[in-house]
């Protein structure tokens, strides 16, 4: 970002301008290539803009690249960074990193934040571990990691499961893994009209059956562990028996589960009524990989598979596009 004439911050500066704005990365040793792939907020990213972008490094990986670092607004970088792990099938590091505090502020982080990225990307202990997201010298794996507070440098974090690692004195150091990956291939199918709905006190069903009606696919962020107004029962019925459509829990963190409750709109109603739990998938990374499951033409059978696969819960089902990723033992033995 930099500072209009009018007032207020802009992103205008390419690639080898921010690169060239980071202290000591010269002193690293490592050889940095730069490419300008688009100039635009994060709010104006769309799923399509991360598709062509991980089709352009196809190039970087099959040249032999050691990893790449993403720059981006860090308005959507939680959904952005899963979009990608799902979509980077390779063992090299595919980081993620933004800026929480523009250039005109005092105590910028954008330079600190790239430079810490790039030493990331360099890093043998990095590998293996899909897309990770870097600020404040935290690592965070791309499926966990959330935007927590609107302005806070500090506000990245996982609430399920804590940071991958951290950047101590420049050296990269992993103390906890995200089990497996998953990789959807790229959409062969035009983009799918894929919604997010958000139970609030108090409301009726219509708002939530206009949205329902043209869309292809459906994630509805419950109550706390998955649940939803008792109204809604039939919009969801109608509508889970049409299109995939996915329960969540708007809370943050923690798991919708399966089969505690049994009033009617409670998780295990839901489900009978066709829903599919997202387990730890919180409502946001859960429209990603549904949008992209249905990119790549997965049936309902497909869809209830890769949620029970990326739930995080354990879920013994298989991963329709493969088998899971494991992380290697090198990059298991952490540290760089």
């Known amino acids: 970002?930099?500072?209009?004439?009018?007032?207020?911050?802009?992103?205008?500066?390419?690639?080898r301008q921010l690169v060239d704005a980071v202290p000591g990365l010269y002193e690293t040793g490592i050889e940095v290539d730069v490419l300008t792939f688009r100039t635009k907020p994060g709010a104006s990213l769309t799923i399509d803009d991360l598709t062509e972008l991980t089709t352009t490094l196809?190039?970087?990986w099959?040249?032999?690249?050691?990893?790449?670092?993403?720059?981006?607004?860090?308005?959507?970088?939680?959904?952005s960074s899963y979009a990608l792990d799902l979509l980077h099938p390779g063992p090299q590091p595919l980081v993620v990193t933004g800026a929480m505090r523009n250039p005109t502020m005092a105590?910028?982080?954008?330079p600190a934040n790239l430079l810490a990225a790039i030493q990331v990307a360099a890093s043998s202990a990095a590998r293996d571990l899909g897309c990770v997201v870097v600020l404040a010298d935290e690592i965070h794996a791309a499926r966990r990691v959330r935007k927590t507070h609107s302005t806070s440098i500090a506000t990245f974090a996982s609430p399920n499961g804590?940071?991958?690692?951290y950047l101590v004195e420049g050296h990269v150091t992993i103390v906890n893994h995200a089990t497996g990956r998953h990789v959807i291939p790229a959409g062969r199918?035009?983009?799918?009209?894929?919604?997010?709905?958000?139970?609030?006190?108090?409301?009726d069903s219509a708002p939530l059956a206009a949205l329902a009606a043209g869309a292809d696919g459906l994630v509805v962020a419950g109550f706390g562990v998955g649940h939803v107004p008792e109204s809604w029962l039939a919009t969801l019925t109608e509508a889970a028996a049409r299109i995939p459509v996915v329960l969540t829990s708007r809370t943050g963190s923690g798991p919708v589960l399966a089969k505690t409750y049994a009033f009617p709109g409670s998780e295990r109603d839901l489900i009978s009524r066709g829903l599919i739990p997202a387990g730890l998938l919180d409502p946001y990374k859960a429209r990603i990989l549904l949008y992209l499951a249905l990119a790549a033409g997965a049936d309902r059978d497909q869809v209830v598979a890769a949620f029970a696969a990326a739930a995080g819960l354990g879920g013994s089902e298989r991963w329709p596009w493969g088998a899971e990723i494991a992380?290697?033992?090198?990059?298991?033995?952490?540290?760089?």
Request: net charge negative; no cysteine.
């Open 62 to 79: 099959e040249a032999g690249i050691t990893g790449v670092v993403i720059t981006q607004g860090t308005d959507t970088i939680e959904e």
């Open 58 to 60: 196809h190039k970087y």
């Open 107 to 110: 105590g910028a982080d954008g």
């Open 1 to 15: 970002m930099t500072a209009t004439d009018s007032g207020g911050v802009t992103p205008s500066l390419t690639a």
């Open 327 to 336: 992380p290697s033992a090198h990059a298991m033995a952490g540290g760089a």
């Open 189 to 203: 199918h035009p983009s799918p009209l894929v919604r997010l709905y958000t139970a609030t006190l108090g409301d």
């Open 162 to 165: 804590g940071p991958l690692g």
